[in-house]
């Protein structure tokens, strides 16, 4: 079990990995609304598990990178389906 993390904290760590999660998803989907989208997506599912919140930073991005890379592959589904 995890100990409760602070929002204070949470919002910290999250704004961190914002800039770095916006340029990777910008870069992929070149669509500045969709990247927006998608990189609120990732963060709000990371921001449900307390456990994220104890990993370094690192780790904490390479998750965050791999939320964003399906979801960007699922918008690209999505857009070919359409």
Do not use: C, H, W
């Amino acid at each position: 079990m995890y100990p409760t993390i602070s929002l204070r904290r949470k919002i910290e760590q999250l704004r961190k990995l914002e800039e770095q999660g916006y340029s990777i998803t910008y870069y992929l989907l070149m669509d500045e609304k969709l990247a927006t989208e998608t990189l609120k997506v990732a963060l709000l599912e990371v921001s449900n598990d307390n456990g994220f919140f104890e990993l370094s930073y690192k780790a904490q991005l390479t998750i965050l990178n791999k939320i964003i890379t399906r979801e960007v592959f699922r918008i690209a589904s999505r857009k070919i389906i359409v």
